[in-house]
Protein backbone atom coordinates (compact mmCIF):
# COMPACT_ATOMS: atom_id res chain seq x y z
CA UNK A 1 0.00 0.00 0.00
CA UNK A 2 2.88 2.38 0.81
CA UNK A 3 4.20 2.25 -2.51
CA UNK A 4 1.34 3.28 -4.05
CA UNK A 5 0.58 6.16 -2.06
CA UNK A 6 4.33 7.49 -1.71
CA UNK A 7 6.42 8.77 -5.01
CA UNK A 8 10.57 8.23 -4.89
CA UNK A 9 11.69 11.26 -3.40
CA UNK A 10 9.78 10.45 -0.41
CA UNK A 11 11.62 7.70 1.89
CA UNK A 12 8.89 5.61 4.03
CA UNK A 13 9.51 2.87 6.66
CA UNK A 14 6.72 0.46 7.78
CA UNK A 15 7.08 -0.98 11.27
CA UNK A 16 8.66 -4.57 12.05
CA UNK A 17 7.33 -6.12 14.84
CA UNK A 18 11.09 -5.63 16.63
CA UNK A 19 10.14 -1.85 16.19
CA UNK A 20 7.26 -1.48 18.16
CA UNK A 21 9.59 -2.11 21.06
CA UNK A 22 12.65 -0.51 19.94
CA UNK A 23 14.90 1.75 22.66
CA UNK A 24 13.87 5.65 22.52
CA UNK A 25 16.81 8.24 22.61
CA UNK A 26 16.34 9.79 26.32
CA UNK A 27 15.20 12.90 24.94
CA UNK A 28 12.01 11.28 23.46
CA UNK A 29 11.76 8.73 26.33
CA UNK A 30 9.96 11.48 28.45
CA UNK A 31 6.84 11.41 26.61
CA UNK A 32 6.01 8.20 27.35
CA UNK A 33 6.84 7.98 30.93
CA UNK A 34 3.43 8.32 32.29
CA UNK A 35 1.06 6.70 28.99
CA UNK A 36 -0.63 3.75 28.58
CA UNK A 37 0.98 1.09 26.72
CA UNK A 38 -0.69 0.91 23.60
CA UNK A 39 0.41 4.56 23.29
CA UNK A 40 3.79 3.91 24.26
CA UNK A 41 4.74 1.23 21.86
CA UNK A 42 2.96 3.08 18.93
CA UNK A 43 4.96 6.43 20.12
CA UNK A 44 8.16 4.06 20.18
CA UNK A 45 6.64 2.75 16.16
CA UNK A 46 6.93 5.90 15.27
CA UNK A 47 9.78 7.43 15.92
CA UNK A 48 11.94 4.36 14.59
CA UNK A 49 10.27 4.27 11.52
CA UNK A 50 10.85 7.75 11.22
CA UNK A 51 14.52 7.78 12.66
CA UNK A 52 15.29 4.77 10.16
CA UNK A 53 13.88 7.06 6.93
CA UNK A 54 15.94 9.66 7.96
CA UNK A 55 19.26 7.46 8.02
CA UNK A 56 18.30 6.48 4.89
CA UNK A 57 18.36 10.20 3.89
CA UNK A 58 21.49 10.47 5.54
CA UNK A 59 20.06 13.08 7.84
CA UNK A 60 21.83 13.45 11.09
CA UNK A 61 20.64 11.50 13.91
CA UNK A 62 18.88 13.53 16.57
CA UNK A 63 16.07 12.84 18.83
CA UNK A 64 13.12 13.43 17.12
CA UNK A 65 10.99 15.57 19.46
CA UNK A 66 7.62 17.57 19.39
CA UNK A 67 5.97 21.07 19.41
CA UNK A 68 2.73 22.16 21.28
CA UNK A 69 0.67 21.19 18.41
CA UNK A 70 2.09 17.44 18.53
CA UNK A 71 3.63 17.66 15.51
CA UNK A 72 6.82 15.84 15.39
CA UNK A 73 10.07 18.63 15.19
CA UNK A 74 12.01 16.93 11.99
CA UNK A 75 15.57 18.11 11.45
CA UNK A 76 16.30 20.65 9.67
CA UNK A 77 16.28 20.55 5.75
CA UNK A 78 13.52 17.42 6.36
CA UNK A 79 9.72 17.01 6.59
CA UNK A 80 7.74 14.35 7.07
CA UNK A 81 4.79 12.41 8.58
CA UNK A 82 3.53 9.60 11.13
CA UNK A 83 0.67 7.53 11.04
CA UNK A 84 -0.18 4.39 13.25
CA UNK A 85 -3.16 2.09 13.45
CA UNK A 86 -3.96 -1.09 15.36
CA UNK A 87 -0.98 -2.84 14.34
CA UNK A 88 -0.03 -0.70 11.26
CA UNK A 89 2.73 2.46 11.41
CA UNK A 90 4.79 3.72 9.34
CA UNK A 91 6.55 6.95 8.22
CA UNK A 92 7.57 9.11 5.52
CA UNK A 93 10.43 11.59 5.00
CA UNK A 94 11.41 14.06 2.17
CA UNK A 95 13.87 16.15 2.02
CA UNK A 96 12.76 19.88 1.96
CA UNK A 97 14.42 20.54 -1.68
CA UNK A 98 12.07 17.95 -3.11
CA UNK A 99 9.18 18.12 -1.15
CA UNK A 100 7.59 21.28 0.99
CA UNK A 101 4.76 18.54 2.83
CA UNK A 102 4.09 15.79 3.76
CA UNK A 103 0.43 13.74 5.06
CA UNK A 104 0.60 10.19 5.66
CA UNK A 105 -2.36 8.67 7.20
CA UNK A 106 -3.81 4.91 7.37
CA UNK A 107 -7.00 3.60 8.89
CA UNK A 108 -8.55 0.41 9.73
CA UNK A 109 -11.27 -0.46 6.64
CA UNK A 110 -14.44 -0.11 7.77
CA UNK A 111 -17.28 2.68 7.43
CA UNK A 112 -18.01 5.02 9.97
CA UNK A 113 -21.54 5.27 11.76
CA UNK A 114 -24.05 8.12 10.69
CA UNK A 115 -23.06 10.67 13.18
CA UNK A 116 -19.34 10.69 12.42
CA UNK A 117 -20.13 10.42 8.93
CA UNK A 118 -21.79 13.95 9.00
CA UNK A 119 -19.04 15.28 11.06
CA UNK A 120 -16.15 14.40 8.81
CA UNK A 121 -18.33 14.47 5.61
CA UNK A 122 -19.68 17.56 3.47
CA UNK A 123 -23.16 17.01 2.12
CA UNK A 124 -21.45 16.89 -1.60
CA UNK A 125 -19.18 15.07 -0.38
CA UNK A 126 -21.27 11.95 1.02
CA UNK A 127 -24.22 12.87 -2.39
CA UNK A 128 -20.92 11.75 -4.27
CA UNK A 129 -20.05 8.35 -2.65
CA UNK A 130 -23.14 7.18 -4.39
CA UNK A 131 -21.55 7.45 -7.89
CA UNK A 132 -18.24 5.97 -6.90
CA UNK A 133 -16.89 2.45 -7.96
CA UNK A 134 -17.01 0.24 -4.85
CA UNK A 135 -14.14 0.52 -2.64
CA UNK A 136 -12.68 -2.88 -2.33
CA UNK A 137 -12.64 -3.50 1.46
CA UNK A 138 -13.47 -0.16 2.70
CA UNK A 139 -15.98 3.07 2.61
CA UNK A 140 -15.47 6.36 0.67
CA UNK A 141 -16.33 7.78 4.00
CA UNK A 142 -13.23 6.42 5.72
CA UNK A 143 -11.46 7.20 2.80
CA UNK A 144 -11.90 11.35 3.19
CA UNK A 145 -11.47 10.89 7.25
CA UNK A 146 -8.17 9.91 5.74
CA UNK A 147 -7.36 11.95 3.30
CA UNK A 148 -8.76 15.10 5.44
CA UNK A 149 -6.35 13.50 8.09
CA UNK A 150 -3.77 13.64 5.68
CA UNK A 151 -4.05 16.89 4.51
CA UNK A 152 -4.14 18.30 8.05
CA UNK A 153 -0.75 16.59 8.73
CA UNK A 154 0.71 18.08 5.30
CA UNK A 155 -0.81 21.75 5.70
CA UNK A 156 -0.40 22.13 9.61
CA UNK A 157 3.13 22.38 9.85
CA UNK A 158 3.36 24.80 7.48
CA UNK A 159 0.84 27.24 7.73
CA UNK A 160 0.11 26.27 11.40
CA UNK A 161 -3.63 26.53 11.36
CA UNK A 162 -6.41 24.40 12.28
CA UNK A 163 -8.56 22.99 9.92
CA UNK A 164 -12.11 21.32 10.38
CA UNK A 165 -13.27 18.25 8.50
CA UNK A 166 -16.20 20.99 7.22
CA UNK A 167 -13.51 23.12 6.13
CA UNK A 168 -12.23 20.90 2.68
CA UNK A 169 -13.93 19.14 0.25
CA UNK A 170 -12.20 16.04 -0.84
CA UNK A 171 -12.89 15.08 -4.80
CA UNK A 172 -11.50 11.32 -5.55
CA UNK A 173 -10.64 10.52 -9.33
CA UNK A 174 -10.89 6.48 -8.77
CA UNK A 175 -9.01 6.04 -12.45
CA UNK A 176 -5.83 7.18 -10.99
CA UNK A 177 -6.66 6.69 -7.46
CA UNK A 178 -5.77 10.17 -6.59
CA UNK A 179 -7.84 13.07 -5.02
CA UNK A 180 -8.14 17.08 -5.10
CA UNK A 181 -8.53 19.08 -1.95
CA UNK A 182 -10.99 22.26 -2.02
CA UNK A 183 -10.95 24.40 0.68
CA UNK A 184 -14.40 26.06 1.66
CA UNK A 185 -13.01 28.90 4.11
CA UNK A 186 -10.76 31.71 4.33
CA UNK A 187 -7.72 30.01 5.46
CA UNK A 188 -3.56 30.98 5.35
CA UNK A 189 -2.17 29.26 1.94
CA UNK A 190 -6.11 28.60 0.60
CA UNK A 191 -4.20 29.76 -2.78
CA UNK A 192 -1.83 26.70 -3.00
CA UNK A 193 -4.24 23.82 -2.40
CA UNK A 194 -4.89 22.80 -5.78
CA UNK A 195 -1.09 22.56 -5.58
CA UNK A 196 -1.74 19.67 -2.95
CA UNK A 197 -1.26 15.99 -4.52
CA UNK A 198 -3.57 13.36 -2.79
CA UNK A 199 -3.23 9.54 -3.24
CA UNK A 200 -5.05 6.56 -1.64
CA UNK A 201 -4.06 3.11 -1.42
CA UNK A 202 -5.82 -0.50 0.49
CA UNK A 203 -4.51 -3.45 1.77
CA UNK A 204 -6.06 -6.31 3.88
CA UNK A 205 -7.71 -4.51 6.48
CA UNK A 206 -6.84 -0.66 5.91
CA UNK A 207 -7.23 2.04 3.61
CA UNK A 208 -3.82 4.82 3.56
CA UNK A 209 -4.10 8.13 2.26
CA UNK A 210 -1.41 10.55 1.49
CA UNK A 211 -1.20 14.32 0.69
CA UNK A 212 1.99 16.28 -0.45
CA UNK A 213 2.98 19.46 -1.52
CA UNK A 214 6.05 18.93 -4.16
CA UNK A 215 8.50 22.06 -4.12
CA UNK A 216 8.67 24.58 -6.93
CA UNK A 217 10.83 23.87 -9.50
CA UNK A 218 13.09 26.81 -8.46
CA UNK A 219 13.43 25.33 -4.86
CA UNK A 220 13.88 21.65 -6.26
CA UNK A 221 16.62 23.25 -8.32
CA UNK A 222 18.61 25.27 -5.80
C1 LIG B 1 -3.20 15.39 14.01
C2 LIG B 1 -4.19 14.28 13.67
C3 LIG B 1 -4.59 14.44 12.22
C4 LIG B 1 -3.50 12.93 13.92
O1 LIG B 1 -4.37 11.93 13.77
P1 LIG B 1 -4.42 10.55 14.65
O2 LIG B 1 -5.80 10.08 14.62
O3 LIG B 1 -3.77 10.72 15.96
O4 LIG B 1 -3.69 9.64 13.65
P2 LIG B 1 -2.28 8.97 13.39
O5 LIG B 1 -2.00 7.91 14.35
O6 LIG B 1 -2.34 8.57 11.96
O7 LIG B 1 -1.18 10.14 13.52
C5 LIG B 1 -0.59 10.49 14.70
C6 LIG B 1 0.70 11.21 14.42
O8 LIG B 1 0.43 12.41 13.70
C7 LIG B 1 1.47 13.34 14.00
N1 LIG B 1 0.84 14.62 14.31
C8 LIG B 1 0.16 14.97 15.43
N2 LIG B 1 -0.29 16.22 15.31
C9 LIG B 1 0.11 16.67 14.10
C10 LIG B 1 -0.06 17.91 13.40
N3 LIG B 1 -0.73 18.95 13.94
N4 LIG B 1 0.49 18.02 12.18
C11 LIG B 1 1.19 17.00 11.63
N5 LIG B 1 1.35 15.79 12.23
C12 LIG B 1 0.82 15.65 13.46
C13 LIG B 1 2.29 12.77 15.16
O9 LIG B 1 3.50 12.28 14.65
C14 LIG B 1 1.39 11.65 15.66
O10 LIG B 1 2.11 10.54 16.15
P3 LIG B 1 3.02 10.64 17.49
O11 LIG B 1 2.23 11.43 18.48
O12 LIG B 1 3.24 9.22 17.87
O13 LIG B 1 4.27 11.36 17.03
C15 LIG B 1 -5.47 14.36 14.55
O14 LIG B 1 -5.15 14.01 15.87
C16 LIG B 1 -6.11 15.72 14.59
O15 LIG B 1 -5.76 16.56 15.39
N6 LIG B 1 -7.15 15.94 13.74
C17 LIG B 1 -7.94 17.15 13.77
C18 LIG B 1 -7.62 18.06 12.63
C19 LIG B 1 -7.98 17.46 11.33
O16 LIG B 1 -7.70 16.32 11.03
N7 LIG B 1 -8.65 18.23 10.49
C20 LIG B 1 -9.00 17.77 9.19
C21 LIG B 1 -9.56 18.91 8.46
S1 LIG B 1 -8.98 18.98 6.85
Known sequence: ???DLLPSVVTWVRATPPMWEAPLLPEEQVYVERVVEKRRREFTAGRTCAREALRQL???STPLLRDDSRRPIWPEGY???????RDFCAA??????DCQGVGLDVEKAQGLEEGVRRKICTDREQRRFSQLPRLPGGAWETLTFSAKESLYKCYSPIYDTFLEFH???VDFHPDAREFRVRCLREV???????EFCGRYSWEEGYLGTSVLLMASSEESQS
Do not use: N
Request: glycine share 6%.
Open 92 to 97: AVARIA
Open 188 to 194: PGRERFS
Open 1 to 3: MLE
Open 167 to 169: DVE
Open 58 to 60: RAE
Open 79 to 85: VGSITHC
